[in-house]
């Protein structure tokens, strides 16, 4: 795969959190969290359930706003676009979503497709050799005229997936791409990740499957209940010696 060319920020910074914060009820879900993601790199947000990791990548992605805070994507401040330029950043976006969303009245080879069609670049056969391609990767051969209710959950996982990464897009956000799945099915989509990571692709990464990501991720960010416990390279959690983080980050008992 080969990763679409977009102009990369002179400090080589895709994307960076700076303060973002948001409340519920007075209580703070996201509580000031900053972070980097380099060009090229993988970063690993790890944490508990409900840590807030999935409402950060939304917040990274437009999708909510912060109540405090910036996010830049290549240099743009997301937080200050209207709905129409949120809409053109996000085609340089990818994402895998955690409740797979996709579309039930389109089936699997029109979910897979929409991008490619809503970019505009390809040709109808270009589009349909695409996605049989990007199924072959993920063990789903000729599942294109299959409605998503005919899936099980993880079908849906790997046609999310696919869908996130069919354009090649220079950034890609997976939030928990192998939740659910089996180990051998994991491990193709482990391998897809390096590979889009390999070709250049800019990324974070939730998942509560360490072992998986450890390999790929260059840097980390663990956060509990939206506060940041740790920030730093494989290195340096490596070594963190912080009561927390190192049970976490070691799967050690409490």
């Not at 070709?199 to 790929?216: A, M, Y």
């Amino acid at each position: 795969m080969q990763v679409t060319h977009v102009e990369v920020p002179r400090d080589g910074v895709r994307i960076r959190c700076q303060g973002v914060s948001k409340y519920y009820r007075r209580t703070a879900v996201l509580d000031a969290v900053d972070l980097e993601v380099r060009d090229g790199t993988m970063l690993g947000l790890i944490g508990p359930g409900a840590a807030g990791k999935s409402l950060l990548v939304k917040i990274i992605c437009g999708l909510v706003a912060p109540d405090e805070g910036h996010v830049f994507i290549d240099d743009i401040d997301v937080t200050r676009l209207r709905e129409r330029e949120l809409q053109a950043l996000r085609m340089r976006l990818g994402m895998v979503f955690q409740n797979y969303a996709l579309f039930d009245f389109m089936n699997v080879g029109e979910n897979i497709a929409l991008p490619l069609r809503m970019e505009g670049r390809s040709s109808e056969t270009s589009i349909r050799n695409r996605v049989a391609e990007v199924l072959e990767q993920v063990a789903l051969p000729g599942i294109q005229d299959k409605m998503p209710r005919e899936l099980s959950g993880g079908m849906k996982k790997r046609v999310s997936f696919v869908r996130a990464v069919v354009r090649r897009p220079p950034i890609v956000i997976y939030d928990d791409p192998t939740g659910g799945l089996d180990p051998v099915t994991s491990a193709k989509i482990f391998r897809l990740l390096s590979d889009m990571k390999a070709q250049g692709t800019t990324s974070i990464t939730i998942s509560h499957d360490l072992d998986g990501i450890r390999p790929l991720c260059d840097q980390w960010l663990l956060i509990e209940h939206g506060k940041t416990l740790f920030s730093g390279d494989t290195s340096a959690i490596d070594q963190c010696e912080t009561p927390y983080v190192r049970q976490f980050w070691r799967g050690e008992p409490a």
